[in-house]
């Protein structure tokens, strides 16, 4: 009923940043920014003026932001009474978590239309020790309903359901202060008698291949097992020893003390969403919807 990035537009005011506003909304930095641009270019006047601090409205941002808020919370309010009224409204509950992120579930979802779907989405925090994923599994379907995550295929689909949303790039992730922190892209040569931290083997095809291939063309390259699970514990160890650390791209803000620096090679793992393989009919729907925005 509304443009959804007069919501957005009203987030980034009440945090008085973009980066605020991406943890509020579980969106991405990048996402929050575009559709402020957008937003300000469908009404054509300035909104925000951006400064190294946050951000402030311009006059017209003002103006813009009362009047947003009145007709978001009419919008709502109407469709609440709607849905109550002709709906039954359905509930998911999206687990997230610094290595579990949400961001590209929320971004997907901004892009189904409000009549489409009467259903509403709930943020659970998730922990990030392996301890966590094994209960968060066991509680699918009851305080968590999916979550989205790297996977093998023989990781999940045994027991769980699995919707594919895109393929991310094994990325090498360096300590700052490594010499190689600098690098717009890495080949193997840089890697040359340096210690790469590599998932044990078993846990995934994908770094088992790159494993392999490095004990078969490149034995200058010292490997150290990590465990079945990463965790703060791997990062801070990478950064303490000063290793190198195999990591996808979507974990590029996974530590502080941590750059993740694209790698001159083929290597991808899978990202999707885990559900039960008989799910409510909220998480159907869900699924369905998501499924439809990215055909």
Not at 26 to 52: C, D, P
Not at 252 to 261: A, D, E, I, W
Request: charged share 20%.
């Amino acid at each position: 009923m509304y443009n959804s990035c007069i919501k957005t537009f009203i987030e980034v005011v009440k945090c008085k940043s973009f980066s605020s506003a991406s943890e509020k909304l579980y969106i991405s930095k990048v996402s929050i920014m575009k559709q402020i641009n957008a937003f300000e270019k469908h009404v054509g006047v300035k909104l925000l003026n951006r400064t190294n601090h946050g951000v402030t409205l311009t006059e017209a941002g003002k103006e813009i932001y009362e009047a947003g808020n009145k007709i978001v919370d009419f919008s709502e309010s109407t469709i609440n009474k709607l849905r109550k009224k002709y709906n039954q409204e359905l509930t998911v509950k999206i687990g997230t978590s610094l290595l579990y992120p949400a961001n590209e579930l929320i971004d997907l979802w901004r892009n189904v239309p409000d009549s489409n779907s009467n259903l509403k989405l709930n943020m659970v925090s998730m922990g990030d020790s392996y301890t966590n994923l094994i209960s968060f599994l066991n509680q699918l379907g009851k305080s968590i309903d999916c979550f989205a995550t790297l996977y093998d295929e023989n990781n999940f689909s045994e027991n769980y359901s699995l919707y594919p949303l895109a393929e991310k790039a094994c990325c090498i992730s360096i300590p700052r202060s490594h010499k190689l922190a600098g690098k717009k892209r890495l080949k193997w040569s840089d890697l040359s008698g340096e210690t790469l931290m590599l998932l044990k083997r078993g846990n995934s095809a994908v770094i088992d291949a790159i494993r392999n291939n490095i004990e078969k063309n490149y034995k200058n390259i010292n490997i150290v097992d990590v465990p079945s699970f990463y965790n703060a514990e791997i990062f801070n160890r990478c950064v303490e020893k000063g290793f190198l650390l195999e990591t996808p791209s979507i974990w590029n803000n996974v530590h502080p003390s941590l750059v993740s620096v694209p790698m001159s090679w083929n290597y991808k793992l899978k990202f999707g969403i885990v559900y039960l393989k008989n799910p409510n009919k909220a998480v159907q729907t869900f699924i369905n919807e998501i499924s439809q925005i990215k055909k």
